[in-house]
């Protein structure tokens, strides 16, 4: 069963007069705890461009089915996953309001695993590329490197290409790498760096064009030239975000977490 949270949390417009130079602020009500969850959002109020973070916390038992933000023409505002219940988005110039569902928790791919806590930011991905036969294995380790070419057998999984019986084991893998112009093949045991696995999921998605962007963080510099258009793609595309906010730590090696959030955030750019 599906539980929509009564009422919605909605920025209101406040009056102001006519020929005002200030930017409007939009103080925002939030409804009272509700059956199977809440939603609370801060700051409590914001103006145009201000990041607002919502956080949704279901009941036991129960979790977030889908969690919407609508500016007053009902377009919709694009939210980010922060993890851990966290989600922002960018305040624009009107009312908004935010509406979640909850249904009954299912079991999950993460019962199976004894080294991912379900509260940690990456769960929901792990939970996901599991789910999607993408990753695998009797224990995730999320926080150890993972190498070239079990990136280039998930790619090549998630692409519909038979990745068994090849020996070396990622033979085939590393072959439709190679065919598909994902990778050059080299160094199939060496680990993958963020800006490496950044440039193979812009390839497998048909090299699109950028804006090649990427002066809002502060290590933009620290790119290879050959990954500055892939970086900036899955910036765009909400794929890759900044270790601390402000930095991509584009060197360093990409941990099994860190891989499976932006495999699923790849997936969902890829079905949109």
């Given at each position: 069963s599906t539980f929509e949270l009564?009422?919605?949390?909605?920025?209101?417009?406040?009056?102001?007069?006519?020929?005002?130079?200030?930017?409007?602020?939009?103080?925002?009500?939030?409804?009272?705890?509700?059956?199977h969850g809440t939603v609370t959002v801060s700051p409590k109020s914001a103006s145009k461009g201000d990041t607002v973070t919502v956080t949704v916390k279901p009941d036991s038992g129960y979790?977030?089915?889908?969690?919407?933000?609508?500016?007053?023409?009902?377009?919709?505002?694009?939210?980010a996953n922060k993890g851990n219940g966290k989600y922002t988005f960018t305040m624009p110039g009107s009312q908004i309001t935010i509406k979640a569902t909850f249904?009954?928790?299912?079991s999950?791919?993460?019962?199976?695993?004894?080294?991912?806590n379900s509260n940690a930011w990456y769960a929901d991905a792990v939970e996901f590329v599991i789910d999607e036969g993408l990753m695998t294995g009797t224990s995730f380790a999320p926080d150890t490197s993972m190498s070239r070419a079990m990136v280039w057998t998930v790619l090549a999984?998630?692409?519909?290409?038979?990745?068994?019986?090849?020996?070396?084991?990622?033979a085939p893998s590393q072959q439709w790498a190679m065919i598909n112009g994902v990778s050059d093949g080299s160094a199939p045991n060496g680990s993958i760096t963020r800006e490496q696995l950044a440039v193979m999921l812009w390839r497998a998605a048909g090299s699109p064009s950028t804006s090649k962007n990427l002066t809002g963080y502060a290590d933009a510099n620290a790119v290879?030239?050959?990954?500055?258009?892939?970086?900036?793609?899955?910036?765009?595309?909400?794929?890759?975000?900044?270790?601390?906010?402000?930095?991509?730590?584009?060197?360093n090696t990409a941990t099994r977490a860190q891989v499976?959030?932006?495999?699923?955030?790849?997936?969902?750019?890829?079905?949109?």
């Open positions: 009564s009422g919605t949390v909605t920025y209101v417009e406040p009056s102001y007069s006519s020929g005002s130079s200030y930017d409007p602020t939009y103080s925002v009500s939030t409804p009272s705890k509700t059956e979790v977030l089915e889908t969690l919407t933000v609508t500016d007053k023409n009902g377009n919709t505002v694009k939210l249904k009954a928790a299912e999950s791919a993460l019962d199976n695993f004894t080294d991912v999984a998630y692409n519909g290409a038979n990745t068994s019986g090849g020996n070396p084991w990622y290879s030239d050959w990954a500055v258009e892939a970086l900036a793609w899955a910036v765009d595309n909400g794929i890759i975000s900044g270790m601390s906010g402000s930095t991509l730590a584009p060197q499976a959030v932006m495999l699923m955030q790849f997936v969902e750019c890829m079905d949109a």
